[in-house]
Structures are given as structure tokens and as C-alpha cells.
């Protein structure tokens, strides 16, 4: 069973070695990137479960909510496949984005992929997902004065019932 814990990210604490600490360790675990294969071994329906509430909590609360358990379960699930790509990289962790936010707009990303294959049922990449997971972890930040032209694109994007299309032509699809 997963365990809600505070955040140990703070405005001072993250920075990207830590987005690097997250991040290569799942991309060296499987070859181009793609991850989520790691593991043959299926998870209970309650497991499932467990897993698309912490996605939840964390989507709605990032800083009270640690996402290591999400980022585990997607390398070590066959129920999930999260390709990470160029097109991730541009939106979460830009050279505009403060460091404290890029990792938990990434982990976002993550949280919103996962949640959306499991909700489906398909162990098939969903970067519409992820984004959708960005946004939310984007507009639990905005209080805090985060305020970053691309996610707003994004979140217009969103509003405007495009963001299929949005998302499509960021793919070269």
C-alpha cells in the first residue's frame, strides 16, 4: 500500500541534480526512454486503486505529497508505459521555469500519464494525460506567483478544447 508523506520539496531544496537523480535512473532502466516495463509481475485492482489516489492527491496538492511512489510504480509496472521525450523536457523543465517548480511540473507529467492508463486500462503512453497532469500541478502553483508563458499556451490550449491538437503538433503527429 502507498503512504500519503509530506513533500521533502521546497522553493530552496530541489534543483537539477535531483530532476537528474529522478530522471536518469529511469532512463537508463529501459532502452529509448520508454519506461514502465521493468517488471512482469501485475498489480492487485486495490493496488491500482492506491495508485490513482496518490496521483490524485499529489495532481492536487504537489508540495504535500511526495511522488517518488508514482515515479517507482511507473518504472516497475506492466500496467503503465511512459515514454519520456524531448517534447516532456520542454514544458517542465525549460531554462524559464524555476528550479523548485520543474520537478514537480515533471513529476506532473508523470502523475497525469499513469493516472490516465490506469483509468483506461491501457498500458499505452498518454502524453494528452501528462499534460493534463502538468496543468494541474501548474495551477496548484499559481498562488505562489509561477507564472510561465508555455504552460499558459498550454492551459489556453486546454480551455479552448484544443489540447489534442496542441499536444498533437508538439508530437510532429
Given at each position: 500500500?502507498?503512504?500519503?508523506?509530506?513533500?521533502?520539496?521546497?522553493?530552496?531544496?530541489v534543483s537539477?541534480?535531483?530532476?537528474?537523480?529522478?530522471?536518469?535512473?529511469?532512463?537508463l532502466s529501459?532502452?529509448?526512454?520508454?519506461?514502465?516495463?521493468?517488471?512482469?509481475?501485475?498489480?492487485?485492482?486495490n493496488?491500482?486503486?492506491?495508485?490513482?489516489?496518490l496521483c490524485?492527491?499529489?495532481l492536487?496538492?504537489?508540495?504535500?505529497?511526495?511522488?517518488?511512489p508514482?515515479?517507482?510504480?511507473?518504472?516497475?509496472?506492466p500496467e503503465?508505459r511512459?515514454?519520456?521525450?524531448p517534447?516532456?523536457?520542454?514544458v517542465?523543465?525549460?531554462?524559464?521555469?524555476?528550479k523548485?517548480?520543474?520537478?514537480m511540473?515533471?513529476?506532473g507529467?508523470?502523475?497525469?500519464?499513469?493516472?490516465?492508463?490506469?483509468?483506461?486500462g491501457?498500458?499505452?503512453?498518454s502524453?494528452v494525460g501528462g499534460y493534463?497532469?502538468v496543468?494541474?500541478?501548474?495551477r496548484?502553483?499559481?498562488?505562489?506567483?509561477?507564472?510561465?508563458?508555455a504552460?499558459?499556451?498550454?492551459?489556453?490550449?486546454?480551455?479552448?478544447?484544443?489540447?489534442?491538437?496542441w499536444?498533437?503538433?508538439r508530437?510532429?503527429?
Amino acid at each position: 500500500m502507498l503512504a500519503l508523506r509530506a513533500s521533502p520539496w521546497s522553493p530552496t531544496a530541489v534543483s537539477r541534480r535531483w530532476l537528474a537523480a529522478l530522471v536518469f535512473p529511469v532512463l537508463l532502466s529501459v532502452p529509448s526512454c520508454a519506461t514502465g516495463r521493468g517488471s512482469s509481475a501485475e498489480n492487485s485492482p486495490n493496488e491500482l486503486r492506491d495508485v490513482i489516489d496518490l496521483c490524485d492527491a499529489f495532481l492536487a496538492m504537489p508540495e504535500a505529497v511526495d511522488p517518488a511512489p508514482i515515479v517507482r510504480f511507473m518504472t516497475d509496472s506492466p500496467e503503465v508505459r511512459v515514454v519520456l521525450a524531448p517534447h516532456t523536457d520542454g514544458v517542465a523543465t525549460g531554462d524559464a521555469i524555476p528550479k523548485w517548480a520543474s520537478s514537480m511540473l515533471f513529476a506532473g507529467y508523470i502523475a497525469g500519464n499513469v493516472r490516465t492508463q490506469l483509468v483506461a486500462g491501457k498500458a499505452e503512453d498518454s502524453p494528452v494525460g501528462g499534460y493534463r497532469g502538468v496543468l494541474s500541478v501548474y495551477r496548484a502553483l499559481q498562488p505562489k506567483g509561477l507564472s510561465i508563458a508555455a504552460i499558459d499556451e498550454l492551459d489556453a490550449a486546454e480551455r479552448d478544447g484544443g489540447l489534442d491538437a496542441w499536444v498533437a503538433a508538439r508530437l510532429g503527429a
